[in-house]
């Protein structure tokens, strides 16, 4: 059972317009880095910048998918082997 798609036609249908609405304003960015790689990596700089660019699209994309994702303000001090104790 999965608990993160929405049961709702309708909401589906909101939710879908949203997530592609969320890929189309992401779509310039990727495809200007992909024409910045095609005129040529000349350094390791350039190549080093193209790839923070490509995180930064990877980041949006997976917000689109996902909503954002905040870290764990205080996250456990051990995990046990088979993930089912933790400790603070």
Request: hydrophobic share 40%.
């Given at each position: 059972m999965r608990h993160d798609v929405p049961r709702s036609g309708a909401v589906a249908a909101?939710?879908?317009s949203n997530l592609a609405d969320?890929?189309?304003?992401?779509t310039p960015r990727f495809d200007e880095l992909?024409?910045?790689?095609?005129?040529g990596v000349v350094s390791s700089d350039d190549y080093n910048v193209l790839e923070e660019q490509a995180q930064g699209?990877?980041?949006?994309?997976l917000t689109a998918f996902r909503?954002?994702?905040?870290?764990?303000?205080?996250?456990?001090?051990?995990?046990?082997?088979?993930?089912?104790?933790?400790?603070?």
């Amino acid at each position: 059972m999965r608990h993160d798609v929405p049961r709702s036609g309708a909401v589906a249908a909101q939710s879908n317009s949203n997530l592609a609405d969320q890929l189309e304003r992401i779509t310039p960015r990727f495809d200007e880095l992909t024409q910045r790689v095609r005129l040529g990596v000349v350094s390791s700089d350039d190549y080093n910048v193209l790839e923070e660019q490509a995180q930064g699209i990877a980041r949006d994309l997976l917000t689109a998918f996902r909503g954002s994702v905040t870290r764990a303000v205080r996250p456990p001090l051990y995990v046990s082997a088979d993930g089912t104790k933790a400790g603070w």
